[in-house]
């Protein structure tokens, strides 16, 4: 069966993707089988699809692509990458406890952290995701919403209301953002609250699937404009919580953003390739 292919369905804090072994498999068009297959109901289900690919420079292990559920191709995404970490351990595919990924947006660093009670499972995977940038684009003229610009390779604007946003509210302010002329390339949106030192209910739209349960890039973001802002210190890792669950966060003193989260297996099974 040529056309059918094995995947992976598994998630980092609720982020779920449909992960597929492209050594083994081909994907022929890859944008098409992200908006099948991540159908509900009608597919598999999921945020997007991430193919685990042969690395295109000898400085990396490996490549992730990541295509969203509309099709269109990301630059980045923490949690898919600390997923990838795991499945690359978990599955025999390597020893190394750190592994070098190649994505869109460059190499990152994956820390896995083996259980001391079994050495060939992953409890948890820390991303070195390199150094935020805080970029306005020339179109934003500032006037219309109060947020911060950080840049994780790819763009967000976080916000940061009084109250959490109802998943109404949700759809339509992160809708209207992502599509706003001030964002060219369309954005990532986060909406955070304070809940206490150094810790932040977040919630999530992200460009080309809409609202997920988690976003790593998104939590980076949403930590670096909380300390920018003076509503979180760097001194100590910020803790944001999202509705899949929470991820860490440290800035430290080399510049770069670390990522500390979860990474889970869901299920298993063969698809068929779309026609």
């Given amino acids: 069966m040529a056309n059918t292919v094995a995947f992976t ?6 982020n779920d993707y449909i992960y597929v072994n492209t050594l083994l498999y081909n994907i022929p068009d890859p944008a098409k089988a992200s908006i099948e ?3 509900p109901h009608f597919g598999i ?5 991430v193919l685990i ?6 400085d990396a292990d490996y490549r992730m692509r ?4 509309d099709g269109s191709e990301a630059m980045m995404c923490g949690n898919a990458s600390r997923c990838i970490g795991k499945y690359l351990y978990e599955k025999g595919m390597t020893r190394k406890n750190v592994i070098r990924l190649e994505t869109n947006s460059g190499i990152k660093t994956l820390n896995l952290h083996i259980s001391p ?5 992953v409890e948890s995977v820390t991303v070195d995701m390199l150094e935020p940038r805080l970029e306005v684009p020339e179109q934003y003229d500032g006037s219309r919403h109060d947020g911060t610009f950080v840049s994780m390779g790819n763009p967000h604007f976080v916000l940061f209301p009084e109250n959490v946003p109802t998943t109404e509210e949700l759809t339509a302010g992160g809708s209207a953002l992502e ?7 369309r954005c990532n949106i986060e909406y955070a609250v304070p809940q206490g030192k150094n810790k932040f209910r977040t919630r999530v739209w992200e460009r080309g699937s809409g609202i997920t349960m988690a976003c790593g890039t998104g939590a980076c973001a949403t930590a670096v404009a909380a300390i920018t802002t003076g509503r979180a210190k760097r001194s100590k890792p910020v803790a944001i919580v999202m509705d899949g669950g929470t991820l860490t966060i440290e800035w430290r003193e080399d510049n770069h953003i670390y990522m500390t989260g ?6 298993e099974g063969t698809i068929a390739l779309p026609d």
């Fill in 9 to 14: 369905k598994m998630h980092g804090a609720g």
């Fill in 37 to 39: 297959w991540s159908k």
């Fill in 45 to 49: 289900g999921s945020d997007g699809l």
């Fill in 53 to 58: 690919c042969r690395p295109t420079t000898g």
């Fill in 66 to 69: 990541i295509f969203n559920a």
């Fill in 117 to 121: 009670k079994d050495n060939t499972k």
């Fill in 179 to 185: 599509h706003d002329k001030a964002f060219p390339q």
């Fill in 262 to 267: 979860p990474a889970a297996f869901a299920f």
